[in-house]
């Protein structure tokens, strides 16, 4: 079993920051790639940003030059720092991973979400 969770979600100013952490536990023999989706209400789920093992970082076009991901394989977390946050960035975040099970499959996980508000 896989297990997938989220923190770091809350209430920002335009303008401010926020640090997203997500770390995988379980069955998990590596780690192919993880990142962040988010869904605001009424819309569809969209991606934000992925990252692979080996540090190769993936954005949306919306977050370009003011998020960062970054990975710690030997954890199995995966970080989104968030600067310059506008009211348009809130959603749920959810993160997701795609791993290597210790019984040798490839599977996708998901988290809860955590919730980014920003709001003046």
Known sequence: QVRVVESGGGLVHPGGSLRLSCKASGSIRSINHMGWYRQAQENERELV???????????????????????????????????????????????????????????????QGTQVTVSS
């Open 49 to 111: 940003a992925t990252i692979t093992s080996g540090d190769i970082a993936n954005y949306a076009d919306s977050v370009k030059g003011r998020f960062t991901i970054s990975i710690d394989n030997a954890q199995k977390t995966v970080y989104l720092q968030m600067n310059n946050l506008k009211p348009e960035d809130s959603a749920v975040y959810y993160c997701h991973t795609d791993v290597v099970t210790t019984w040798g499959t490839r599977r996708t996980y998901g988290g």
